[in-house]
């Protein structure tokens, strides 16, 4: 596996919650930064949030700050974004990035730091 595969996407009411997953082979794991990115129609990628290879070092984009928490699973190779109290705004399709970057505690939150995406999983918020 070269390349992340997400999963975990959905159609969810207003005020609901999500888990994506995002999992990452090819190279161990702990190795990678990881990010997550979304899309919406129309939009350019923005950045979401990302946490180092290690230290679990994170960052989060001021929209989603206090809703969405990214962590990661090194034994199964994943990276977890858990979205709470989702708003229609949230509705996109959201990206997991990796980037090779040993023993880094750096948060990587420019799309053009990452070389791995992941072809996307929808997330749809109802109102």
């Known amino acids: 596996q070269v390349q992340p595969v997400e999963s975990g996407g959905g159609l969810v009411q207003a005020g609901g919650s999500l888990r994506l997953s995002c999992v990452q082979s090819?190279?161990?794991?702990?190795?990678?930064?990881m990010g997550w990115f979304r899309r919406a129609p129309g939009k350019d990628r923005e950045f979401v949030a990302a946490?180092?290879?290690?230290?679990?070092?994170?960052g989060y984009a001021d929209s989603v700050k206090g809703r969405f928490t990214i962590s990661r699973d090194n034994a199964k190779n994943t990276v977890y974004l858990q979205m709470d109290n989702l708003k229609p705004e949230d509705t996109a399709v959201y990206y997991c990035?990796?980037?090779?970057?040993?023993?880094?505690?750096?948060?990587?939150?420019?799309?053009?730091?990452?070389?791995?995406w992941g072809q996307g999983t929808q997330v749809t918020v109802s109102s």
């Open positions: 946490i180092s290879a290690i230290g679990g070092n994170t």
């Open positions: 990035a990796a980037e090779f970057n040993p023993q880094s505690p750096l948060v990587l939150t420019a799309p053009r730091r990452y070389g791995r």
């Open positions: 090819g190279r161990t794991f702990s190795t990678y930064a």
